[in-house]
């Protein structure tokens, strides 16, 4: 590991921040004064219209009369919707996440032979570069999958020929070979970590191209490569489920947002990666298994349901949990009264926790998700409708395959690369326009000073910091601050 240089202290940093923070106040009132929507959002939560999609709808309320009336949730890929998909794919005993891939990119639904192809190609295109897990991952530990996911990401671009042609016909090949390579690089990037932070063994096994995706990883990550059929096709509709989910998520803005400023294909997606780690976005489900381990460890009897209630209105009223009166994997921007995707892996939970060690835990989730909407009105009279997420349920099925947190939302990635690609391919055909949107200027005019005319003064609070140190944090326009 490189020594650590940090030629200002602490202390100094933190002085330092709290003055950045004071310069960076504005008042609350501004924000209506002008109009502004923070974080593109209307003032009664609904996002703020930035573009057109043929890819994903998602929907969770319908507008009567300029009002918004909640109703079951409904997820659709290309116009279709993916319960349809799923249980398709669960009546014929078949894996589902190529099928989905294929529909997004190339907006219909393969025939067995046009499906066979693709799977042929992902299968190919799995492979990386010769050295490329030596020279780049290995050398290059992160504590961190989702930073080395990204900077593998990144370092693809100079293995690729043609890496800055951006016709949608290069972009494709880029985008099918990511596709392929990025559960892999997740399941390497776990194996570097195991190694060089937690001390374990270390174990590669060599791809089988005619494996699907889910197989894939189950045997990457295990160290026999043994898995059940059931457990694959239980994966496999996660990364189903996590493929793609409109243009307004984060990530997937974000992966729009430098598609349309005419960057590669590399440098896009590893935004979109890192856009995904945040715990607001691709890393809440962490936040759910922390919250939940958090109860069982504090609640005496998670199976007493006054105690569980008890327990969550302590995590609401902020005595209790991180701090921010959340319920983890409770809530979503669009869904009202039911996430689709959440419906589904509560009932392969549900299916696959019966008469396991997992039970218990399934039904503590049961209890979060009815009792959470009744606590919020009694604590903080909110009465909007408040449904279960994907993340609510999503941990523990992965917690029931015996996949380490350590990549929950890495492979969130590897299923929602498809939805990335698919908008990239969108944003270049039919974009045209860079997104640039405007923010209001609210700073103060202020006369440029001499630099010699400028006064550092003294600072009682700071008196004890060295000198050279403590000229960082006095002084603003000639005057002291304190």
Known sequence: MHEKINPISPEVLEKICE???????INPDDF??????????????????????????????????????????????RGVNINSIVEACEKENRFGFEEVA????????????????????????????????????????SSDVMNNLARCVLILYSFDENPEDRSPENVLRQSIQIIAQLPVLVCYAYQVKRLKYYGKSLYFHP???????????????????????????????CLMLHAEHGGGNNSTFTCRVLSSAGTDSYSAYSAAIGSLKGVRHGGANLKVCNMIEEIEENVADITDENQVKAYLEKIIRKEAG??????????????????????ILKRKAGE????????????????????????????????????????????????????????????????????????????????????????KSVAIPKKYIPIDERIEGYNAQTAYIPTEERILIQGEDGNNEN
């Open 32 to 77: 209506w004064k002008y109009g502004v929507k923070r974080g593109l959002r209307n003032h009664d939560g609904t996002g703020v219209m930035a573009g057109l999609t043929k890819i994903c709808c998602v929907e969770g309320y319908y507008v009567d009369d300029g009002e918004r009336v909640p109703k079951k949730g409904v997820l659709k890929y």
């Open 102 to 141: 294929y529909l997004l990119l190339f907006g219909s639904l393969p025939t067995r032979s046009q499906l066979a192809f693709f799977k042929n190609a992902l299968g190919v295109c799995r492979e990386l570069p010769e050295t490329f897990i030596e020279d780049v991952m290995m050398k290059n530990a």
């Open 207 to 237: 791809e089988k191209q005619s494996l699907s995706t889910a197989e894939t990883i189950l045997r990457s990550i295990r160290s026999d490569r043994k898995y059940t059929d059931a457990e694959a096709k239980l994966l496999d509709i």
């Open 19 to 25: 003055k950045i923070e004071r310069k960076s106040q």
């Open 322 to 343: 991180d701090g921010t009166g959340l319920i983890y994997g409770m809530g979503h921007a669009v869904y009202t009264i039911s996430d689709p995707r959440a419906v």
């Open 352 to 439: 696959f926790s019966k008469g396991t060690e997992f039970e218990k835990e399934f039904h503590l989730i049961e209890m979060i998700e009815k009792f959470t909407p009744e606590l919020f009105r009694k604590v903080k009279g909110e009465s909007k409708p408040l449904c279960a997420n994907v993340d609510l349920y999503s941990g523990l099925v992965y917690k029931i395959l015996g996949i380490p947190k350590d990549i929950f939302t890495p492979l969130f990635a590897a299923a929602r690369i498809v939805g990335w690609s698919a908008h990239r391919m969108e944003e270049i055909m039919t974009g045209n326009r860079i997104i640039r949107p405007a923010y």
